[in-house]
Nanobody, 125 residues
Framework: QVQLVESGGGSVQSGGSLRLSCAAS????????LAWFRQAPGAERVIVAG????????NYADSVKGRFTISRNNAKNTVYLQMNSLKPEDTAVYYC??????????????????WGQGTQVTVSS
């Protein structure tokens, strides 16, 4: 049974940093892509950053490029999202997701098979 468990959310002031973690279990993710999505109140769930486990290639939403970094730790089967220079508009629930179509270059939430429960990030001005 695949499980994705997020942690690391919280409240910070504008300009601050947080690191989110997603502990993945239940299978090998060597041929998966993992991603972080976020959903603000009243808004759709959107991609923030993605990583292909087998190639370590990454992609980012334009809104977070240069501020956020996605990475993985093979030994811990964990994906991280380092978030720096946080802005109030980064406030959202952040979700970790996994998909076996590691080769896909599209990032709709409907493509992802497994989801974590989400972790709240609140950035105050």
């Amino acid at each position: 049974q695949v499980q994705l468990v997020e942690s690391g959310g919280g409240s910070v002031q504008s300009g601050g940093s947080l690191r989110l973690s997603c502990a993945a279990s239940g299978r090998s993710f060597s041929n998966y892509r993992l991603a972080w999505f976020r959903q603000a109140p009243g808004a759709e769930r959107v991609i923030v950053a993605g990583i292909r486990w087998n190639t370590d290639s990454t992609n980012y939403a334009d809104s977070v490029k240069g501020r956020f970094t996605i990475s993985r730790n093979n030994a811990k089967n964990t994906v991280y999202l380092q978030m720096n220079s946080l802005k109030p508009e980064d406030t959202a629930v952040y979700y970790c997701a996994a998909d076996s179509r590691w080769y896909s270059n599209t990032y709709s939430p409907t493509e992802y098979e497994y989801w974590g429960q989400g972790t709240q990030v609140t950035v105050s001005s």
